[in-house]
């Protein structure tokens, strides 16, 4: 935001012209020494124009880093979020460079150093006290189940068990702790133990009652657990969610394929796929399956090929719509198919040769 406000982007978009008509003088001067003269004066130039221009650009990009956070401050203070959060994710972020980016000078560096960015932002918070005016965040603000649902589904398993375990153990009814059996629930799911996953989320929901992204993950793991009559259940009070409902419809058609209920499922995942095509790919997969099912055999190389071009893996994408060619009766079946197959040669001619 701090960025936006001060019109970084189209500043540097502006510095980048003048640096460039600056560079390309310097690389003419650099042409012109070089063709009167043989010792590598001409070559020089050309080099040192050349990093001034890198240079200039990337002391202007640490500049507007610190007016960023400078002016990020000045925003948090006017928010009902603490100023303080910034510093301690930039200690955060110190504490956890491995790789040593500290030690590369700051000249060749995009952003200041972050002890630098450190030191600057003690002495603008140094005495900082809240205004008694200052608004509360939103109670029904959701960042504890965001946080725990990140760890629970992407941190790395024995250190987030570890320490979520802890937290519990150490305050079994703290103000998160919904959120904590919530993040375990999902950490259990990843060590396939669904049963302690499902005890989790259930011990989650008696603190928030149909709270839709336990009831998601409580649908999701039951279908994982092999019991999709559960998951229809739990799926079916927040089909109408505005942030969860498309999701919960995906489980929901899982459920019902896993029943065996394939009207049910073609269907539901054609809806998934009339809305949101690129954020299910799997729903192409498992209408493949269906339609397999159903002996259709055309179609369902069909979906695979649109599926497998749909994760860029156009060489598998080919096979199964050069197979879906060999065995379609239906003209607009044909023709899109060949639509497609025309796409992928466009975008990727060499796997096509190959084929």
Request: proline fraction near 4%.
């Amino acid at each position: 935001i701090a960025h936006a406000a001060s019109r970084h982007v189209s500043e540097s978009i502006d510095r980048s012209k003048y640096i460039s008509i600056g560079s390309l003088a310097g690389l003419i001067a650099g042409a012109i020494i070089g063709s009167q003269s043989s010792d590598g004066a001409g070559a020089a130039v050309i080099t040192g124009t050349m990093a001034l221009s890198q240079t200039a650009m990337l002391a202007f990009t640490r500049e507007n880093e610190t007016e960023a956070d400078e002016k990020g401050i000045m925003f948090l203070k006017r928010s009902c979020f603490s100023p303080e959060g910034l510093l301690s994710g930039l200690m955060k972020i110190r504490a956890s460079d491995y790789r040593g980016v500290e030690g590369i000078p700051d000249y060749v560096k995009t952003h200041p150093g972050t002890g630098q960015r450190i030191g600057h932002v003690e002495t603008i918070l140094s005495g900082y006290v809240p205004s008694p005016k200052k608004i509360k965040c939103d109670e029904d603000f959701r960042f504890d189940m965001v946080k725990y649902r990140l760890l629970g589904l992407y941190a790395k398993i024995e250190p987030t068990f570890l320490k979520l375990t802890t937290q519990l153990e150490n305050d079994p009814s703290s103000a998160d702790a919904a959120a904590i059996h919530y993040g375990l629930g999902l950490i259990y799911a990843r060590k396939f133990m669904g049963k302690k996953a499902i005890l989790h989320l259930k011990k989650a929901l008696s603190i928030n009652i149909f709270d839709p992204m336990i009831l998601l993950e409580m649908g999701r793991i039951y279908l994982l657990n092999g019991e999709p009559e559960k998951a229809l259940n739990v799926l079916k009070g927040i089909e109408s969610d505005p942030v969860m409902g498309l999701m919960a419809t995906f489980h929901k058609a899982g459920a019902y394929l896993e029943l065996r209920n394939l009207s049910k499922a073609k269907k539901l995942f054609n809806t998934i796929i009339d809305k949101e095509p690129s954020l299910y790919p799997q729903a192409y997969f498992r209408l493949a399956n269906i339609l397999s099912l159903e002996k259709n055999a055309g179609l369902s190389h069909y979906y695979l090929g649109v599926y497998y071009s749909k994760i860029n893996n156009y060489k598998t994408a080919v096979v199964h719509l050069n197979k879906a060619l060999d065995t379609l009766k239906s003209e607009t079946d044909i023709k899109k198919t060949k639509k497609l197959l025309n796409r992928l040669t466009k975008q990727s001619p060499d796997t096509i040769k190959k084929e």
